[in-house]
């Protein structure tokens, strides 16, 4: 086998411990649910979801995962922020923590940690495998939207829980078809996460997406636990209640079928090194 860095080496146990924390983190939020608290939840939820896809992908086609994510997610929500574009009026409070602009911190790397669990989801479902199985525009087009969707499956309990529990933005229009919420900021989820997802696609085809260490069916387990934490939190905490309801269904049947998928992944055998 290849030698490996000492960082590669280490990264499967680097991912682990951030998903450990991430749910400590998360678990310590249904106490007591404080800025500190979410903004320590949302940074271990990126940086995890930032150790498995440098694991998954490699350090470059991570990093330009991480880039395009952050960038748009920033530019989509400062322009929502200010201008009402893709998800309509609406004004950021300080309950999410400190800003770049107007739009806090988390927001951005929250679009990074989302759209990778929703490319690795996506991914296992029609390919059975956490990585693409075929290349070409179109395929690249139609997981893309597969896992925009899969994404704002999330949205869907996500946004009523932050704006009425959390108050961390304040709607313009509080009287959309969504309890309160409006069917345009749902386009706008759908949209953003195509373009973010879309745009790393295209930036990857000519490069070889190969991980820097054995990357096993347990470590692709890590992007998973991710999404169904978000999903069990809405089961306890939703708000309004239907949301409690809704979140196991919204959300859980791509989980399941990306679980069912994972069983049927075979991580690829290690290349051996032949002697000169």
């Not at 678990?27 to 979410?38: C, L």
């Not at 087009?141 to 829980?161: E, N, R």
């Not at 820097?212 to 999903?231: C, E, K, Q």
């Not at 919204?250 to 290349?271: D, E, N």
Request: with cysteine.
């Amino acid at each position: 086998m290849p030698a490996q860095t000492p960082l590669a080496a280490r990264l499967p146990v680097l991912t682990f411990a951030l998903l450990a924390a991430f749910l400590v983190a998360t678990a310590a939020r249904t106490h007591n649910d404080t800025t500190i608290a979410i903004v320590s939840a949302s940074v271990l939820m990126f940086a995890c979801c930032w150790a498995s896809a440098t694991h998954l992908l490699g350090a470059r086609p991570a990093l330009q995962f991480v880039l395009i994510a952050v960038s748009l997610g920033w530019f989509a929500e400062q322009m929502g922020s200010t201008h009402g574009w893709f998800f309509g009026h609406y004004t950021y409070t300080d309950v999410l923590g400190a800003r770049f602009v107007d739009v806090p911190i988390v927001i951005p790397m929250m679009w990074f940690a989302l759209t990778y669990a929703g490319y690795v989801i996506g991914n296992l479902i029609v390919w059975q495998s956490p990585v693409d199985g075929a290349p070409g525009l179109g395929n690249a087009a139609m997981l893309s939207f597969l896992a925009a969707m899969i994404v704002t499956a999330f949205d869907l309990g996500a946004d009523p829980y932050l704006v009425y529990t959390l108050k961390a933005w304040i709607m313009a229009k509080t009287d959309g078809a969504w309890f309160g919420e409006t069917v345009q900021g749902f386009f706008g989820w759908v949209f953003v996460a195509f373009c973010i997802i879309f745009s790393f696609r295209l930036s990857v085809r000519k490069l070889p997406l190969q991980p820097p260490s054995p990357f096993l069916r347990r470590h692709a387990r890590v992007p998973l636990a991710i999404y169904a934490t978000g999903m069990v939190f809405q089961m306890i905490l939703g708000n309004p209640v239907e949301i409690r309801s809704i979140a196991p269904f919204a959300m859980g049947i791509p989980l399941l079928c990306a679980i069912a998928g994972l069983q049927r992944w075979r991580a690829p055998a290690p290349t051996m090194e032949v002697a000169a």
